[in-house]
């Protein structure tokens, strides 16, 4: 399938006339209508700003095909555990993800590790159950059920349970580790 008709379809999905994207772009309807067609080449910085409008990029945009809804069980997670915490990774058999969802359960006192974490990319974690408290070099930060945090991963971060009671939180990482 042509980048053209993947822009078509993005753009319909959405929802999204020509006259929408013409008006996030700059460029003229009958400009992306000959794009979609197969009938213009754009320039990158051109199709980097249709991509932007859509929501896309243009790596997608020549990806091989992918399903778009995928649909996992507990049997499908790789499960990592330790002495005090367990990490299900939810969507590891996923080719080409753009984020790690990631089910963590910290016993009681327990943490991620001694040592601390850092690498590229960024995090957002929300309680489900319980408290957690998130280690940001020399900053801590509580958490309860409901409550969430985002942060840059090359920060040096780890997650304790300073409670006698488990604590559940959903993670999401960017990029993938697993």
Known sequence: MSYGIKLRETRKKLGMTLEDISQKTGF???FIS???NGKNSPSIASL????YALGTTIS????????????FSDQDYKVF?????????L??????RKMEPILIEIDTYGETGTDFYHHT????????????????GKEEHFLR???CIYFSSNLPHKIRNRTDKTAVAFWVGTPPSF
């Open 34 to 36: 000959q794009i979609e």
């Open 60 to 71: 997608e945009l020549f990806e091989d095909e992918r399903n778009i809804v995928n649909i």
């Open 121 to 136: 990319g960024e995090e957002l974690g929300f309680v489900i159950e319980g408290e957690i408290c998130v280690v940001i």
């Open 81 to 89: 555990k330790n002495k005090s915490i367990t990490m299900s990774f």
């Open 145 to 147: 059920t409901g409550e």
């Open 91 to 96: 969507a590891s058999k996923l080719v080409n």
């Open 28 to 30: 003229t309807k009958s």
């Open 48 to 51: 980097k700003k249709i991509c």
